[in-house]
């Protein structure tokens, strides 16, 4: 399939290519000869303005649309797959959850971290026995006199090991469809036991 861009879009991609090659191939190598997950990568993206990039501005963010973001992804799986959860770590689904319906205590507390990469999103959605299935999930969300209890098991959840803030979902309603009977939680560090 051919999808074409627009002229903007083509006149970046050799910049970005450039920058994977001559900034994030290094670190590659370096991660693939057993090194750790360097902090220098998060400072490099971060540094290219691609770290929050999908963020509003008034957010911490760079303002960028949806397809710049994909063609920077493209570019950096071409090198390591990391570097693109890296940057879904700042501006994936969470960040962008936060940005569009969290209250602005969390945006203020979360987004410029993420921006910055001084913090990591993750979200929580694949289970045992449902996989990465909305429809089947299992966790239950119950609302009591201390606030909302979350019981269940998630796994195999990208940066959750690092996360500063986790989206999760949950059932609120086991009764009702998923869509209608479920809701997405933001638990951050501080909770953690």
Not at 18 to 44: C, H, N, S, T, Y
Request: proline letters at 5%; glycine letters at 8%.
């Amino acid at each position: 399939m051919n999808i074409d861009t627009n002229e903007s879009l083509r006149e970046m991609r050799p910049h970005v290519r450039r920058f994977v090659m001559e900034r994030m191939e290094p670190i590659a190598r370096a991660m693939d000869a057993g090194q750790a997950l360097p902090k220098l990568a998060f400072e490099a993206l971060r540094d290219q303005g691609y770290l929050g990039m999908r963020l509003p501005t008034a957010d911490g963010g760079g303002g960028f649309d949806l397809s710049t973001y994909c063609l920077v992804m493209e570019e950096l799986s071409r090198s390591h797959r990391i570097f693109t959860l890296m940057l879904d770590a700042s501006s994936g689904l969470t960040p962008i959850a936060i940005s569009k319906f969290g209250t602005e205590t969390q945006k203020n507390t979360y987004l410029p971290k993420l921006s910055r990469g001084e913090w990591v999103a993750s979200f929580a959605m694949t289970e045992p026995e449902a996989g990465s299935d909305a429809a089947a999930i299992k966790t239950r969300a119950l609302h009591d006199e201390r606030g909302w209890v979350l019981n269940g098991v998630k796994h195999y959840i990208s940066w959750a090991h690092r996360a500063q803030v986790i989206m999760v979902i949950a059932l609120t309603d086991p009764k009702k469809k998923p869509r209608v009977g479920s809701a997405l939680f933001w638990w951050t560090k501080t909770h953690r036991a």
